[in-house]
């Protein structure tokens, strides 16, 4: 415990020397800037004007979420204690994450190996040399708030795996909704999220899982309705002022579990379960709905040039070089 409490003073000792409005990092002034934004206008306008000029940057695809959870904060703890400044918010915001991140690890190693195990894999996170920078006072930007959100889904899946039912169903939901913030945090969640709906596909098909269907869609509604609505960063224009999901993000493997937990919803109910019995079924049944859904997400999201570029990259990208 002693080297945990060193481990978050030596993130906060040097808040005091701090010059005003200096940071670490690039990208923490602009986090800070867009954070200033929201507290001023109540949100971040489509494009900033002040950036990228002539044409200004384009707010709408890229990752915000730090900038408002900033911004937010601020106003809550401002009306406490109002000699809090925006500034000292955003120096201080990226410790409250990486100290919460902290906490979630600590639950899920205590999990498996009990406190004093749980309490040496904190231990060592705190003091990772990676991490130390990118946690420390007067770093803002969003690495500790993605480690928070990476290492809740993860705490949230273990404990969906425990429960079924409607709490089965509300965990599962917790778990879409840090995908989701992810998501809307940070364009990597694209991997990390695929890995979570192929490993709850895997359970899906195991029907000696005692995990209803339905309660996989917890999962799915929260990530589609936080990444399609609350953000543009999975879209590419078509025409001016419209915009749709590209298909090979995010929305494939979404599609094809949503697809799946409909099969397997019409095989309980046509009492047809022993097709998933072998596991050379469940792969067919798995590569199965892939395709369907790579298909559906093409029609749907996709466009041809981006089915073209699929099957001969090199070729687009000639094309695209003589079309420059």
């Not at 904060?73 to 990226?94: C, D, E, N, P, W």
């Not at 990486?98 to 190996?113: M, R, V």
């Not at 929305?251 to 919803?265: C, F, K, R, T, Y």
């Amino acid at each position: 415990m002693i080297l945990i409490g060193f481990g978050i003073i030596l993130r906060i000792h040097h808040f005091a020397n701090l010059p005003p409005d200096v940071f670490f990092g690039t990208d923490s002034y602009r986090f800070y800037r867009q954070a200033e934004i929201i507290v001023e206008q109540g949100k971040l306008p489509p494009i900033d004007t002040g950036r990228w000029l002539p044409s200004g940057r384009d707010l709408r695809t890229h990752a915000n979420t730090s900038s408002y959870l900033i911004a937010y904060l601020y106003q809550i703890t401002h009306k406490v204690f109002s000699r809090v400044s925006l500034y000292h918010v955003a120096t201080i915001y990226s410790v409250i994450c990486f100290i919460a991140s902290a906490f979630i690890l600590y639950l899920i190693a205590s999990q498996f190996a009990g406190r004093g195990y749980a309490l040496l894999s904190v231990t060592f996170y705190l003091f990772f040399p990676v991490l130390l920078e990118r946690s420390s006072v007067g770093f803002c930007d969003r690495d500790a708030l993605c480690l928070f959100l990476i290492l809740s889904s993860c705490y949230f899946w273990m404990l969906a795996l425990r429960y079924s039912g409607w709490l089965g169903f509300a965990l599962r939901s917790l778990l879409g909704l840090s995908i989701g913030f992810l998501a809307l945090a940070w364009q990597g969640v694209v991997p990390f999220a695929f890995i979570l709906v192929l490993v709850q596909i895997v359970e899906l098909v195991n029907h000696k899982q005692k995990h209803a269907p339905w309660e996989y869609f917890g999962f799915l509604v929260p990530v589609f309705l936080l990444a399609l609505l609350l953000t543009d960063m999975y879209a590419f224009k078509i025409t001016p002022g419209i915009r749709i999901p590209v298909a090979l993000t995010l929305w494939v493997p979404m599609l094809s579990m949503a697809l799946l937990i409909g099969v397997v919803l019409i095989l309980q109910k046509t009492g047809q379960e022993n097709l998933l019995n072998a596991p050379v079924k469940q792969i067919a049944w798995i590569a199965g709905v892939f395709a369907i859904g790579g298909v559906v997400g093409f029609s749907i999201f996709g466009d041809w040039d981006t089915f073209r570029t699929l099957y001969d990259p090199v070729g687009e990208i000639e094309r695209s070089s003589n079309n420059g």
